[in-house]
């Protein structure tokens, strides 16, 4: 049974910058697809960054060129790191993944990763 568990986030000026982090309980860096997600109150989940088993990434629109998502092997873990953040990146974060293959169109998709945590909130003012 995979958990997965984010940590990283605060409150933060405009401008500033925050590295989120997602530690899994059991091994699932190279092997799953994996991505973040944000979510504020009424408005549906949507996908900020996405990472394949080969290590491929991907962005949402907004966040390209600001944020970015990578892994380390060795500790199990998933980075988001967020440079340059905006008001509008205020949101609960959530780390997510999928055990089974996805395809590349649903990756920003919540409902094709079976695995969440509860989310780290990240305020931008």
């Known amino acids: 049974h995979v958990q997965l568990v984010e940590s990283g986030g605060g409150s933060v000026q405009v401008g500033g910058s925050l590295r989120l982090s997602c530690v899994a309980s059991?091994?699932?860096?190279?092997?799953?697809?994996m991505g973040w997600f944000r979510q504020i109150p009424d408005k549906e989940r949507e996908g900020v960054a996405g990472i394949e088993s080969d290590g491929s990434t991907s962005y949402a629109d907004s966040v390209k060129g600001r944020f970015t998502i990578s892994w380390d092997n060795a500790k199990n873990t998933v980075y988001l790191q967020m440079n340059s953040l905006k008001p509008e990146d205020t949101a609960m974060y959530y780390c997510?993944?999928?055990?089974?293959?996805?395809?590349?169109?649903?990756?920003?998709?919540?409902?094709?990763?079976?695995?969440w945590g509860r989310g780290t909130q990240v305020t931008v003012s």
């Open positions: 059991v091994d699932t860096i190279g092997r799953y697809c």
């Open positions: 997510a993944l999928a055990t089974s293959p996805i395809r590349v169109s649903d990756e920003f998709r919540p409902s094709a990763y079976n695995v």
